[in-house]
């Protein structure tokens, strides 16, 4: 029991520290006077950490060892993080917070002029994307971790594309759906599938599209595999994603990286690990860019949402995780400036082969 108590201490302090680590600042005065702010901006800020504490303490007591909320070991004893049953159990708890924080689209925005809106830079990256990988009317195109749904719908709209999203949450489904039906009528449907375990037809789609998805996978070598074969000659595959740099040594990686995979539950590769994948099922990368320096804005907003009440509904809901999750927030900044995270764009090409060409998996 002391044990217990003594662990419980240590991870409300360990919040505590990363909310000032975080930037967490008070709500400025004026907006304690404000009706819609509510009680929490009207606190002091010492008030506001107690608060977020105590809805820590109750959760945080309740768990005598948090080493495996956090990663699973492989079969080869490496540390992962992106457990599948965990990133399920993890989106089925956030997405409403994430819809009411973030907006429709739950991926990054795109800067061209630098004052646009938060929605605007996010729109912004689906139509670079779209461009980067000649979305054409009609097209039918697979959203793998479609997340809400905001993609899928707006290109449904946009470019006339007929859209499949999947993802591996069900309350995510559901708002995906929600979301078809409130800007219907468009052709946008949504299925509860693991990317990793994709049972559609070989050559059903046009466009393969994936906007921060597969670092949450452990299988990428099987996911390649399968997406290829469903690709329909001359078809397209266009990702977006995380990547660590080139040649990052160790200890880079532990500095910048662990915290980034730990709390957003991914595991990092290169883009050349990405475009070797790609080739090896007979897909020729055509494009690659990296966007670090249009996307980074990103993460200042991030840090901004931590001062909002909303924000601090998900301590109670997530526990000890919640730590983890502010680490990387802090993380995810440090490593765009630092050039060793690296945020980019690959379009690839099916070449040659018939119909479902994918290679066989080994």
Not at 99 to 121: M, N, P, Q, S, V
Not at 155 to 179: C, N, R
Not at 222 to 242: H, V
Request: hydrophobic share 40%; glycine share 8%.
């Amino acid at each position: 029991v002391a044990a217990s108590f003594r662990r419980s201490v240590h991870l409300r302090h360990c919040v505590l520290m990363e909310v000032v680590a975080a930037g967490f600042k008070p709500a400025p005065i004026e907006a304690a006077a404000s009706p819609r702010a509510g009680p929490f901006a009207a606190l002091r800020v010492t008030d506001q950490r107690r608060y977020c504490l105590g809805r820590l303490r109750g959760v945080f007591s309740q768990h005598v060892s948090t080493k495996s909320l956090f990663r699973t070991r492989s079969s080869g004893g490496k540390t992962r993080y992106n457990d599948s049953a965990k990133i399920r159990r993890h989106y089925d708890t956030v997405s409403p917070y994430y819809r009411t924080l973030w907006g429709e689209h739950l991926h990054h925005g795109y800067w061209i002029r630098g004052d646009e809106t938060k929605e605007e830079a996010q729109i912004q990256l689906v139509e670079h994307m779209a461009r980067a990988a000649g979305i054409q009317r009609g097209a039918r195109l697979l959203d793998v971790g479609c997340g809400f749904g905001g993609s899928s719908v707006y290109l449904a709209q946009k470019y006339g594309v007929e859209a499949t999203g999947i993802t591996i949450s069900p309350v995510q489904v559901e708002m995906a759906v929600a979301a078809a039906a409130a800007n219907g009528p468009v052709r946008a449907k949504f299925v509860l599938m693991d990317a990793q375990e994709m049972t559609f037809r070989p050559s059903s789609f046009d466009v393969v599209w994936s906007l921060e998805s597969i670092s949450h996978y452990q299988r990428k070598k099987e996911f390649f595999a399968s997406a290829a074969r469903l690709l329909r000659p001359q078809g397209t595959f266009a990702i977006i994603d995380w990547f660590k740099k080139e040649n990052l040594d160790r200890r880079g990686y532990k500095k910048f990286l662990r915290p980034i995979e730990k709390g957003m539950m991914v595991s990092l590769d290169t883009m050349d690990d990405y475009a070797a994948l790609l080739e090896a099922n007979r897909l020729k990368v055509v494009h690659r860019e990296i966007l670090n320096e249009h996307c980074a804005k990103t993460w200042d907003l991030c840090l901004d949402i931590i001062r909002k009440k909303e924000f601090w509904k998900l301590a109670a809901d997530l526990g000890p995780e919640f730590i983890h999750f502010l680490r990387a927030f802090r993380a995810m900044k440090t490593g765009f400036a630092s050039g060793n995270l690296v945020y980019a764009l690959l379009v690839a090409k099916r070449v040659g082969g018939k119909r479902g060409g994918g290679v066989a998996l080994a």
